[in-house]
């Protein structure tokens, strides 16, 4: 079992930045690839970044490129998404989530086996 909880989020202008952070309980950590997803209201959730078990592999949604990093502590059993030339776009609520493999870290939800409550990120114009 996996618990996550992340935290960062907040209210920014456009052009803004914010890192979210995502804190994982147990001794298992660097077992699981990771990801941040985000959903709006009425929208389904969608893959914005993702990180491989030991960090050697990262993927981003085409939204994503450019603006957004993720990154992983697994001496300190967090990963970290740093949001750059943040946008209205953008505004969402952001989870983090495990996925119990090794290997390039999945695009869908379905693949991911725990979840974090979320966090909002709301980019102002």
């Known amino acids: 079992q996996v618990q996550l909880v992340e935290s960062g989020g907040g209210l920014v202008q456009v052009g803004g930045s914010l890192r979210l952070s995502c804190a994982a309980s147990g001794r298992t950590f660097s077992s699981y690839a990771m990801g941040w997803f985000r959903q709006v209201p009425g929208k389904e959730r969608e893959f914005a970044a993702g990180?491989?078990?030991?960090?050697?592999?990262?993927g981003y949604a085409d939204s994503a490129k450019g603006r957004f990093t993720i990154s992983r502590d697994n001496a300190k059993n967090t990963v970290y998404l740093q949001m750059n030339s943040l946008k209205p776009d953008d505004t969402a609520v952001y989870y983090c989530?495990?996925?119990?493999?090794?290997?390039?870290?999945?695009?869908?939800?379905?693949?991911?086996?725990?979840w974090g409550r979320g966090t909002q990120v709301t980019v102002s114009s």
């Open positions: 990180i491989s078990a030991r960090g050697g592999i990262t």
């Open positions: 989530a495990a996925h119990r493999q090794f290997g390039a870290p999945p695009a869908t939800s379905d693949k991911y086996d725990y």
